[in-house]
């Protein structure tokens, strides 16, 4: 049996802190024994703690704080444990100095861009964890900009997919009941985007894109689910554009999956990505994607297969793609059945833990 400590910089929603939930939640329960360390409490320790996952928060209120470390180092001895598998900058770099210390080896996930590439103090700290650790990208992309932003040797980084449970995206072709509660007409087209409200998640660009449909489709609704600090601008921007009947803001949702089925298209409008699930839950279900062209989108997305990549900031685009799918229900079909296909295949949740079991077990 493994001890495993998973570390992560953040307790608020996204795709870090909901992959580091499948990965505890799916480990192999005979060979590995999870326990979670956060800096901060939130949604993230709530979710764990929902799930009778052994969790501490040990606050960091500096960067490189030697106190933070020596508590991480007395767990990891109370604990018993025998690796460590950290998510996003801050604990990766913390996690690969204890790990200098005590000797117990980590896996290291990078998950988006971020700020690291920006100083070359970061870019030197994100190399010593490459040293360190067994580095993780989530994407193919990502680990080309940390090769070329951060001069990480390729060979040291390991590209792991996200993945996600396809038994929680039944396809049961009705829609009635979410459609119902959301106050949408059965027949209305209906597009939907999953997302923190963030302005690297480009949700303005999709809005400006709305405008132009709804002057082609008056009874379409835009379904905007996530939370963040755009909402207050991007509210009034659907002012601005007199939208406000075909727009609805549905805040945080713990239920994705249900609330996709109710959409006829899935639109990303990103400006930078790491692997997003959004768009793998919507593959999924067998819903066609209108996504910007960045990051690992790409490396899901199969441009005229599974949907279509447009460039980002291109509200133009957006509308032309997604309007092509509403306009042809047969393709939009063939494109939903093609994702789902895409989705069992190469990005499920058993080749994710798999994956980081071996790492596990190679760990040194």
Same mark, same amino acid.
């Given at each position: 049996? $493994? ?165 929680r995206y039944a396809v049961n072709g009705s829609n009635h009941a979410i459609r119902e509660e959301l106050g949408i007409g059965a027949s209305q087209p209906v597009i939907g985007t999953v997302g923190n409200l963030f302005e690297v998640k480009g949700q303005i660009y999709l809005l400006r894109a709305c405008k132009a449909l709804v002057d082609a489709v008056p009874d379409l609704v835009l379904l905007v689910a996530g939370e963040g600090d755009q909402s207050g601008p ?13 727009? $609805? ?37 067998? $819903? ?77």
């Open positions: 049996m $493994k001890n495993v400590l998973h570390l992560c910089e953040s307790s608020e929603t996204g795709g870090a802190e909901n992959v580091l939930i499948s990965i505890v939640e799916n480990l192999d329960k005979s060979r590995y024994r999870s326990s979670v360390c956060l800096l901060h409490d939130g949604w993230l320790k709530t979710q764990l703690d929902k799930r009778q996952i052994e969790t501490v928060v040990i606050p960091q209120p500096h960067f490189i704080d030697l106190p933070w470390i020596f508590r991480v180092h007395h767990l990891l001895k109370a604990r018993c444990i025998h690796v460590m598998h950290s998510h996003e900058f801050a604990t990766n770099v913390h996690a690969s100095l204890v790990s200098r210390v005590t000797g117990i080896p980590v896996i290291a996930t990078a998950h988006g861009k971020n700020y690291y590439g920006d100083r070359l103090r970061r870019r030197m700290a994100y190399r010593f964890v490459a040293r360190q650790s067994c580095m993780v990208a989530v994407s193919d992309d990502l680990k080309r900009f940390l090769t070329q932003r951060v001069a990480i040797p390729p060979a040291s980084i390991r590209v792991v997919h996200n993945g996600i449970d396809m038994r991007l509210e009034q921007e659907v002012r601005d554009l007199g939208i406000t009947g075909n727009v $609805k803001f549905l805040g945080f949702r713990e239920d994705v999956p249900r609330l996709l089925q109710a959409i006829d298209v899935f639109a990303l409008p990103s400006l930078s990505e790491g692997l997003p699930l959004s768009v793998l839950e919507a593959l999924a279900l067998q $819903k066609p994607v209108v996504a910007t062209n960045v990051g690992g989108i790409p490396e899901i997305v199969e441009d005229g297969v599974t949907g279509f990549l447009v460039p980002p900031r291109n509200p133009e685009a957006l509308a032309e793609k997604i309007l092509l799918f509403l306009r042809h229900p047969d393709i939009a079909a063939d494109f939903g059945r093609s994702g789902r296909r895409r989705v069992r295949e190469a990005f499920s949740l058993e080749q994710m833990i798999q994956e980081y079991q071996s790492l596990y077990e190679n760990s040194q």
